[in-house]
């Protein structure tokens, strides 16, 4: 029987024969697109075990970052080549999650490596896709130690990875919101300050689906974590009573900090680090985590499938959270570390530090939005875990508002 | 020879357009027309409906993309025209320093050019702010975050790709010509359209090619000057490639918009009184 | 005539006035590589430095994103300029079989969202098992920059007097002879403001060049990622001497001109 005639007699092949007659149609040149499923079963337990069985120690590890997310000197890079005689290549090549994930796709499910050994990832949709995919290896636990013993409870307890079994955090921020305290008059504390007429056309949202799906629904009082297709039709339709009437000034990527320094926006929502930066600059921006609630957000690292040095990368991941690597990191990067012992760290550093030194040591042990206070932290809530199909109803629900 | 010569001119441009262009357009072409998740895959079905669902879905930011895309054009005309005639007539051994000192702003990345406009531009900072103290704008007039901040947008950062082939258009014109004509004709405007525009126009479609196509498909600046009802179709090419990874309708609305576009153009060369839209640009 | 001249010198302001309103971000540019910041963000003026300067290739990373990109530029122009101006000609001056459809391609070149276009390279170098690296950044510059060159080069061509390079021709000249003597010369300013819009282009390039960079880092990729943790200073002065060199090359070549004329 020729393909087509079972084709029409057989239902379900159909698919397959059109998919044979679109490639002989496109010729070569469907090579290049070839999307094919990467559904990842979820890895079993002797799977894991026998993979880092098989690996050995290398030598060397290939580090890929943000820009700006390591001393210049790559000080905890060096110590940790001293100490292990692992030699490292660091590559500051990620720039946005989208792009980064954008770009790893195509290459991974072609079953070529990506040429790194850890990458760092923000939690949200492209890493959900990269633990989806399959693209991240399973760590083993017993070889991260420190990160057992330094990391802080909330970081052991993701939601988008539980048991941290394919990352472990790199750094962490709050989002709250910030207010400019010279155009508000009055002490933000409520979530419903930014859904308040009275700041028509001065509030600033954010224009990640996430991220304004979860004040949506703080604000109705729901877990993002614990949320539902329910409630994210109902903070969908609250988040766009705010947008016809005129409250929302415009849905920002990271500019928000600007428009709310320099006063275009009154109040907005906003990322922790961001204002800690403007503060240090004396910009009049204050930071709340809400009294309903805020969210943290973390910077993963992951090691990408098909690296060549994942025992040696693993070591480095784990090496990181020694408390007085992890102080020197902080200390420049200052977001949110996922190792609480560095706050008394930086504390002690800052007693013999002199100068310059010793009051931006101290303006950093002192300050809530590098060391959030236990009250801030029970506030924080974990972003809603989604699969594919989930975000395809998640998506177009605050697309449609931010993207009108 | 000589009537190889053409095929000789263009084999390296169209090798370049056949390996690096064209294989990865008919890819887009089959990717438009399949449908799937991106975690199972996409296969082929066919599935012309992605573009009425696509085209259903984003009507609205596809006419307002034309629609900005358009007047940002007419203004870069307006604004372009002027300059590119006088540097071509006018501006005598400095010609190329002026070209260049119109685009040296851009030899500077767009994310330092978009931080200084927004500081520029804030509702109280140096401009915007000055003229309200001085009572000359009310308290709450903003420019960012506006539809206006768009098309302005889009006209500052295509300008130059306007009056660069107006110029180069022009500049070939012997300003002696043009004396002649102002002689002839009684006043300057009439020279001006009888004479000076007519041999100016292949610049004009040039430049209008090279502005209206990539400021209708533009992602950045609504993105970062517009205000809640300003997202144009780059931008939502951008979520579905990107965030959804729905690659059928991102390269339907792809296409879409290149098909769109090619109308526009042609319909563009018509009233250039042009007869064939693939010759338009060799007239 | 001297309603002419009040004319041409208000369209000699209105002129400079385009150039200062173009250049009108880049002087904050440079304001704030003299800013002396306490903290990452550069966007309040807390005093004048010098510290950027002296410290400005303190940053390895930025440094050779900076390098990268100009070399990559450098020879993506040279390459576009090179075919693109041969392709001018073709389509400006001569009738050929296939002229229809490579008018077509030239307008998909520049009609291409410039996301699908990254995507669809890098889908075609990965299925090639291409290595992404500095040449293919090159590759795909070229592509994007090509159709603009043509564009302009041919808005040159078109309306040129071949009678020049016909007499030319019958003078004994050889083909090459008559290119260089006749033809490149009447179509230079196509030619230069070509070369100067793939500059421009591929210099500021992030979207397409973030697909298929590899692991090769460009300044304007190096900076989206720092804008997340707050852009160093140094950036700015390097935005700086990008521009100031520019102007030295400006004012060069029009006292040279002046020289020659």
């Known amino acids: 029987m020729n393909p087509l005639m079972r084709g029409m007699t057989q239902p379900r092949t159909r698919r397959d024969v059109f998919r044979l007659a679109g490639f002989s149609a496109a010729g070569l040149a469907l090579a290049a697109c070839g999307v094919q499923g990467q559904k990842a079963a979820p890895p079993k337990a002797d799977?894991?075990?026998?993979?880092?069985?098989?690996?050995?120690?290398?030598?060397?590890?290939?580090?890929?970052?943000?820009?700006?997310?390591?001393p210049e000197d790559k000080g905890p890079l060096e110590k940790f080549k001293q100490d292990t005689g692992i030699a490292y290549e660091y590559k500051e090549v990620i720039q946005e999650n989208a792009e980064f994930f954008g770009k790893a796709d195509p290459v991974l499910r072609a079953g070529q490596p990506l040429g790194y050994d850890i990458v760092v990832m923000t939690n949200g949709i492209q890493l959900q896709h990269m633990i989806e995919l399959g693209y991240a290896v399973p760590l083993d636990h017993a070889k991260l130690p420190n990160f057992q013993a330094n990391a802080g409870q909330k970081y052991k307890e993701r939601a988008y990875d539980p048991g941290n079994k394919y990352t472990v955090p790199y750094t962490s921020g709050v989002t709250g919101i910030a207010y400019n305290t010279e155009l508000v008059k009055e002490e933000i504390t409520s979530i419903e300050s930014?859904?308040?007429?009275?700041?028509?056309?001065?509030?600033?949202?954010?224009?990640?689906?996430?991220e304004i799906a979860n004040f949506g629904m703080i604000a109705l009082g729901v877990d993002p974590e614990k949320s539902s297709e329910a409630d994210w039709r109902k903070a969908g339709e609250k988040l766009k009573a705010q947008r016809d009437a005129g409250i929302v000034r415009k849905y920002y990527d990271q500019s928000y900090i600007d428009a709310v320094a320099k006063g275009d926006v009154y109040l907005t929502m906003a990322w922790s680090g961001d204002v800690f930066q403007r503060q240090l600059a004396g910009e009049p921006v204050k930071f709340v985590v809400p009294a309903e609630g805020g969210t943290i957000w973390t910077d993963n690292m992951l090691i990408p499938k098909g690296a060549a040095n994942p025992v040696d990368a693993l070591m480095l991941m784990d090496y990181l959270y020694q408390p007085a690597i992890a102080a020197e990191l902080d200390e420049y990067i200052q977001y949110v570390t996922p190792v609480p012992a560095v706050q008394d760290l930086l504390r002690e550093k800052a007693k013999t530090a002199k100068g310059e030194d010793k009051k931006a040591l101290e303006d950093m042990v002192d300050s809530p939005l590098m060391f959030p206070s236990e009250s801030d932290y029970a506030k924080l809530r974990n972003y809603t875990p989604l699969t594919t199909q989930q975000e395809q109803v998640f998506n177009p629900i605050f697309q449609s508002i931010t993207q009108a | 020879m000589r009537r190889l010569t053409p095929y000789l001119l263009a084999l390296p441009s169209w090798m370049w357009l056949a390996i690096f262009l064209v294989v990865p357009m008919v890819a887009m072409a089959s990717v438009s027309l399949q449908t799937g998740n991106a975690i199972d895959g996409y296969a082929m079905t066919f599935s012309f409906s992605n573009y009425g669902d696509a085209i259903g879905r984003y009507s609205t930011q596809l006419l307002r993309s034309l629609l900005y895309g358009g007047l940002a054009t007419l203004a870069m005309l307006v604004i372009g025209y002027p300059v590119a005639y006088w540097i071509a007539f006018k501006g005598g051994t400095r010609k190329s320093m002026y070209l260049f000192l119109l685009l040296l702003p851009f030899f500077v990345s767009f994310v330092l050019r978009t931080i200084s406009w927004n500081f520029l531009l804030s509702d109280n900072g140096i401009l915007l702010g000055t003229l309200k103290g001085w009572g000359l704008l009310p308290a709450d007039f903003h420019v960012l975050a506006t539809t206006f901040a768009v098309i302005g947008g889009l006209t500052y950062n295509f300008l130059p790709f306007m009056i660069l082939p107006i110029y180069v258009a022009l500049e070939r014109v012997d300003p002696r010509v043009v004396e002649a004509a102002q002689d002839l004709y009684a006043t300057r405007a009439a020279a001006f359209r009888r004479v000076v525009l007519p041999l100016s126009l292949p610049g004009v479609f040039a430049g209008v090619l090279m502005t209206f196509v990539p400021a209708t498909a533009d992602p950045i600046n609504a993105a970062i000057l517009g205000g809640t009802s300003n997202t144009m179709i780059g931008n939502i090419i951008q979520t579905e490639y990107l965030t959804n990874l729905d690659y059928p309708t991102a390269s339907a609305l792809s296409f879409t918009l290149m098909a769109v576009l090619l109308v526009g153009i042609f319909v563009y060369a018509r009233a250039l009184g042009t007869e064939n839209v693939l010759e338009a640009a060799a007239r | 005539m001297r309603g002419t001249r009040a004319g041409d010198r208000l369209l000699h302001i209105y002129t400079w006035l385009i150039i200062a309103w173009l250049s009108?971000?880049?002087?904050?540019?440079?304001?704030?590589?003299?800013?002396?910041?306490?903290?990452?963000?550069n966007t309040t003026w807390q005093g004048f430095t010098l510290r950027w300067y002296a410290e400005l290739f303190d940053i390895p990373d930025l440094t050779t994103a900076l390098v990268n990109s100009l070399v990559i530029a450098l020879v993506s122009t040279a390459v576009t300029?090179?075919?693109?101006?041969?392709?001018?000609?073709?389509?400006?001056?001569?009738?050929?079989?296939?002229?229809?459809?490579?008018?077509?391609?030239?307008?998909?070149?520049?009609?291409?969202?410039?996301?699908?276009?990254?995507?669809?390279?890098?889908?075609?170098?990965?299925?090639?098992?291409?290595?992404?690296?500095?040449?293919?950044?090159?590759?795909?510059?070229v592509l994007f920059s090509l159709a603009f060159v043509v564009v302009t080069v041919r808005a040159r061509v078109v309306g040129l007097d071949p009678s020049l390079e016909e007499a030319a021709r019958d003078l004994g000249a050889t083909?090459?002879?008559?290119?260089?003597?006749?033809?490149?010369?009447?179509?230079?300013?196509?030619?230069?403001?070509?070369?100067?819009?793939?500059?421009?282009?591929?210099?500021?390039?992030?979207?397409?060049?973030?697909?298929?960079?590899?692991?090769?880092?460009?300044?304007?990729?190096?900076?989206?990622?720092?804008?997340?943790t707050g852009i160093p200073a140094q950036v700015n002065v390097m935005g700086t001497l990008i521009f100031g060199i520019g102007v030295l090359i400006a004012i060069g070549n029009a006292v040279a001109a002046r020289r020659r004329a």
């Open chain 1, 47 to 70: 799977a894991v075990a026998d993979y880092w069985a098989k690996q050995r120690k290398n030598g060397k590890v290939v580090f890929a970052n943000w820009p700006e997310y390591m």
């Open chain 1, 194 to 210: 930014l859904f308040d007429p009275k700041y028509k056309g001065k509030v600033g949202m954010m224009a990640d689906a996430q």
């Open chain 3, 24 to 41: 009108s971000p880049i002087a904050v540019m440079i304001l704030f590589g003299f800013n002396d910041k306490q903290s990452k963000s």
């Open chain 3, 81 to 141: 300029v090179a075919i693109g101006t041969m392709l001018g000609l073709a389509l400006g001056r001569h009738r050929f079989r296939g002229k229809g459809v490579t008018n077509f391609l030239v307008f998909a070149a520049i009609s291409t969202p410039e996301l699908v276009m990254g995507a669809s390279l890098l889908s075609l170098f990965v299925s090639g098992n291409v290595p992404r690296d500095a040449n293919t950044i090159i590759i795909a510059h």
């Open chain 3, 175 to 228: 083909a090459w002879g008559t290119f260089r003597q006749v033809t490149l010369p009447a179509i230079m300013p196509g030619v230069l403001a070509g070369a100067m819009l793939s500059f421009a282009l591929s210099v500021d390039d992030y979207v397409v060049t973030s697909f298929v960079n590899g692991s090769t880092v460009t300044f304007p990729l190096w900076i989206v990622g720092a804008v997340k």
